[in-house]
């Protein structure tokens, strides 16, 4: 389902036929627990205001979801945890007042892993999403719930927060177009910070023209985000001819499954048809691009974290005799084992004893991977490759094993620490398994349009 789909609906009906229809069609589905709170009364609300002609816009009338980690109005922002369980908003996240300017209408809340820690939604303090494809498997994640609610065609878009990922992979997971902007393309004012070095904000759609359409909305400097950029995005109709595409070797390795690499080389061949210019490239850098991740990522959300103190707002431990046992009883109460693990590995990295050997040389070698990335973009305009090793897994599969879990992470994590447009397209079902696999192309920063507009060039195919 297309916004434009949605917008012929409203054309031939109400914004509140259609909004009461796509409720209860997300209520039909609450089996796959994709969404976590509907906003059911503030979104009837505003659909009769569309219908008034009080409320206009580009996206008049337009169903969304949002990842639970968005402030929006309508139901608590629970970050899947019991942390936040009954946290209600004071305010709404930047891109989500832009998407409601244009008249779009927030539905309802999508699950996550809590505070977006994973890749399958099982961290959820609520338990996980269902894949869209096979209800025995994962989502992915962490925003494994807006992408399959999109994937539903419950809503024809959904927001999503990729610190490392979570866009890209549920996307891929799900069948669906997943966009990891430019970081500081689109403002993050409002949305819980996990790492705030990679943290950006993207949608979910099932189309690339919708993608450019809610990029385009969302995207502009903020002054509530000093680590915006001025707007610079503009939909680029026209694709460039004879682009040149590195195909990133080290990410078409035995590592990942035949049958992905597979479909990604089937959309590489397509491409050439295209007239556009492929060749194999390395980043031998990509080797060490996940254990630069694990050491910067928690560090930065132990740090991020350390506002859930029971004090200002969130889960607060009750009967506690100290302030010490009031900090580490709501910590413990509030946050899943996966928090803990990282905010562990975060505080250990950051201490004054290990802050050389790994924050530190984590950083210089980050800095090895960036200077690699714009080696390349020297020489090509944009590169390709997988987005997950595999395609979606069993629920329960990867839980007993994090290592395993977060070796998911290898191809997508680069680009985050980079701050690179990545976006994740479909590149159809696996051989093998019929389940959905994602192609992603990846960009030097600002050039989301490019990326976007070759995507659409190959959707007909
Ligand atoms: N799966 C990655 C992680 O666990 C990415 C998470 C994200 O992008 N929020 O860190």
Sequence with gaps: MTI????????????????????AKAREKADYHALLNLTEERALQRADD??????????AGVPFVVKDNFLAFGAPTTAASKMLE????????????????EGAICIGKSNLDAFAHGGSTENSAFGPTKNAFDTERVSGGSSGGSAVVTALDIVPFALGSDTGGSIRQPASFNGVVGVKPTYGMISRYGVVAMASSTDVIGSFTTNVADAELVSSIMAGCDVRDMTTLPDFFQVQTEVKPGQKIGLIADFMTDGVDADVRAKVNQYVDGLKAKGHIIESVNLPMAEYAL???????????SSNLARYDGIRYGHRAEAVKTLAE?????????????NKRRIMIGSYVLSSGFFDAYYLQAQKARTLLINQFNELFKKYDLLIGPVAPTTAFKIGENTADPIKMYLGDIMTVPTSLAGLPAISVPAGKSDVSGLPVGVQLM???????????????????
Excluded: C, W
């Design 443 to 461: 960009g030097p920063m600002r050039s989301d349009a490019n990326l976007l507009a070759l995507a659409r060039s190959m959707e007909t195919i």
């Design 291 to 301: 254990a630069i991740y694990y050491i910067l990522v928690p560090a930065e959300l």
């Design 86 to 101: 009954h946290f209600d908003a004071p305010l709404q996240a930047t891109a989500v007042e832009k998407l409601e300017a």
């Design 326 to 338: 009031l900090y580490g009883r709501t910590r413990d109460e509030g946050f899943v084992t996966e």
């Design 4 to 23: 434009s789909d949605i917008q012929d609906q409203i054309k031939a009906s109400s914004a509140r036929a259609v909004v009461e229809k796509v409720i």
């Design 50 to 59: 569309v219908d008034a002609g009080k409320i206009t816009g580009k996206l």
